[in-house]
Each structure stands twice: as structure tokens, then as C-alpha cells.
């Protein structure tokens, strides 16, 4: 039971984005059958790309402003920048040439559709693959990954055989296999910081959940010989860019920043020093003093700097003269958890205490006094830890007491 619950807390937001998004979809799917289709074709699609163009455009202008030297944004804004251009090309070929590069009536996508699209999904891959693979993406490397959709259009050509499925399926291999990676990227930042409010592990997954949602919807749009098939990956395309604009330039820098990147020579999203750290964890086991625990522990209790939102691995270093693998190494060695979990336990002490300290405190203050993030980041930190929200914990604790 206990696992279950920390389960939901640990995919509270993508479980509720994804229900969100996926009730959505079905609803416009189901709606869309009900709009006329010369409707469709002559106003709503072509507001709909207007739409796309424009929050293109001004995401990319508001994503520059906020930079911040990350490359992880700047590949963000190239993606936004080749996105408006090739849906002002589409828009100048359809509605001011007459061009069809979009088909309304009814018949089924062919492979050379789905191929354009496979591109299009492909370019919106770029910017989480840099998120959770720092620095891997390059040209040549972009070039390999799109490989496999031309071979397979290739051989649908040649051999005369319906290959569209494996062009609709291939892009979610990578989507899956980019989940994999966000798994790792969420334990290097548990293992680095002490919140996970502004890592953006929780919008990363989002932003993923949302591809596969537009990877599966292919399905519908290949399948479907219904002319207003289209409005829903107009809308659902739409939202992604202004979704994830939106966290990105709200959100501090991701976990991989300078400071963690040049720490003792490695990178945090280095699967060589992953497993240089792994290879030497036995060892470590033997080498860790037993007098570390005593200082660390007085140390923390004494001065308290868990109450700082932005308390991270390094700073131990102020009373531990190793480097950041050891450290994490350590904690996890000698107290069984991340770094994350270590500093969230002694938050939750201090909760508790507040709480009983001073029963008329509002959440919102225990949450800022402790180190949380938000209210609601502590609200289900402390439910997860003891099974109760703070103000049910503290009327059992009344209840126990009389």
C-alpha cells in the first residue's frame, strides 16, 4: 500500500497531465466528427496553422531573451525556428498557391505523408534528447535516428508493401527509449538537489507523455477517412509548443549547469562516469570513515541548511573535503537513500515540529520555513512519508496526546 501511494506521489503531476490530456483528445476527437468539413478546410484549419506560426515565432523570440548560455534552450529555439518555417511554407503553398500539402478529403495518409510527419515528430524529439542526454545530438547523430524511417519508406516503395504502421511506431521506439533515459535523469537530480521543483523532471515526462499521445493519434489520422481528422494534431501541436515555451522560461536552470558539469573533471549525464562510479562503490564501501557520519550529522542538525530551497550535493563539501561522486556515493551508502530523499527526511522532522510548535501555522509557512519549494511540494512530501496531509497528522497527534 505504502509503495502505491508513494508511487502516485512520485507521478502526481504526469499521472494528472496525462488523464488531462488524454480525456482531451477523445473529446475532440469525438467533436471534431461534428464539424462541417468546408468549415474545417476554409477557417478553422487555416487559424489553427495561423495559431502555430504565431506561437512559434513569439516563443522563439521569448526563449532568446532567456537563453541563459543553456543549450538545452538554444536547441529549443531551433526547433521552434524550423518549425515556423516550414509551417509558413506549408501555409504560402496551401492557401496562397493552392497547393495541397495538406489533404482534407477523404482517403488515408500515404507513406509519404506519414514520412513528412515522421520528421516533423522527429524535430520535436530534438529538445528532450538534449534535456536527458546532454550534448549527444548532433548532426550526424540526427541524421542516424532519421535512417531507419527513410529505409523503411524505401523498402515500403520498392517491395510494394503497406509499411505505414512501422512508420507510425517507430517514432514511439524513440519516445520509449527517451523515457528510459528521463528515469536516469530524474535519479542524477535526486542525487544532486533537494528538490525537484525546478530540475523539470516532472515537465520532461509531461512533454514526452504529450509525443506519444501525438505518436498514437497517428493511428486516427492514417486510419480514419473522416475530412476533419486533422484538427486535433493541429490543436494537440499547438499546445505542446506553448506548454513547454512556457516552462522553460519559467523554470531556473536544469540539473545539468556548469557547476555539476565540470565538477572533478565529469559530466552528470556521462554514462562513462556512471559507470566508472559504479565500478568503484564496493571499494568506496571500505574507504568511507566512520567519523563522516558524526560530523555530517551534527553539522546538519546544527546549522540547519536543509531550510535553503537550493541546498545541493555540493554543499556538503563545506564539511566534507571529497569530491561530488563520493559524496553522493556516501549518502547512499550510509544512509540508503539519494541525496534528495536524505534532506527531504530532515525537512519533514522540522515540519513536524513546527507543527506542534505552533498549531495555528498555515502550510504555506511551514513549506517556506522548511525548504520546500511550494505548499504543495511539502503537502505531498509529508503525505507521502507518514500517510497523512499536515494538518491530519497534527489532529492524530492531538488526538494520541490527550
Known sequence: MKTLRNLYYDYYHTIWFTLGLVISVT????????????????????????????????????VHWHIDGIRARQVWQRVLVTWATLEIAIYILQYVFGIPAIIFDVQNLT?????????????LMAYPMEVVYPRWLTFGKSTLILLPAFIIHTAGYYLDVDLRLLLIIYPLIIVAILFGKAVAYRKRCEENYSSLENTGVHWIRNYLICLVIIGFSYFYICFSDHPTRLFTQQWLVLFLF?????????????????????????????????????AQEATDQQ????????????????????????????????????????????????????????????????????????QD?????????????????FTRAFTKETGYAPTDWLRLQKLDNS
Open 287 to 358: 574507504m568511507f570513515p566512520p567519523e563522516y557520519r558524526n560530523i555530517l550529522d551534527s553539522w546538519m542538525q546544527e546549522n540547519k541548511p536543509y531550510l535553503d530551497k537550493e541546498f545541493r550535493l555540493v554543499d556538503l563539501m563545506q564539511v566534507l573535503p571529497v569530491n561530488r561522486s563520493y559524496l553522493s556515493r556516501y549518502i547512499n551508502t550510509t544512509y540508503g537513500c539519494n541525496f534528495c530523499q536524505f534532506v527531504t527526511t530532515y525537512r519533514i522532522e522540522e515540519a513536524k515540529r513546527l507543527l506542534q510548535e505552533r
Open 27 to 62: 473529446l475532440s476527437y469525438q467533436l471534431s466528427r461534428f464539424i462541417p468539413p468546408e468549415l474545417f478546410e476554409n477557417t478553422i484549419s487555416p487559424m489553427l496553422h495561423f495559431c502555430i506560426i504565431f506561437v512559434t515565432i513569439l516563443s522563439a523570440i521569448q
Open 111 to 123: 507513406s509519404e505523408d506519414l514520412m513528412i510527419r515522421n520528421l516533423f515528430v522527429l524535430l
Open 242 to 278: 506553448a506548454y513547454n515555451t512556457t516552462q522553460i522560461i519559467s523554470r531556473k536552470r536544469p540539473w545539468q549547469d556548469t557547476t555539476l558539469e565540470t565538477q572533478d573533471g565529469d559530466s552528470c549525464g556521462s554514462d562513462e562516469s556512471a559507470g566508472a562510479d559504479n
Open 361 to 377: 501555522i498555515k502550510v504555506q509557512d511551514v513549506a517556506e520555513q522548511t525548504g520546500f519549494a511550494s505548499a504543495a511540494a
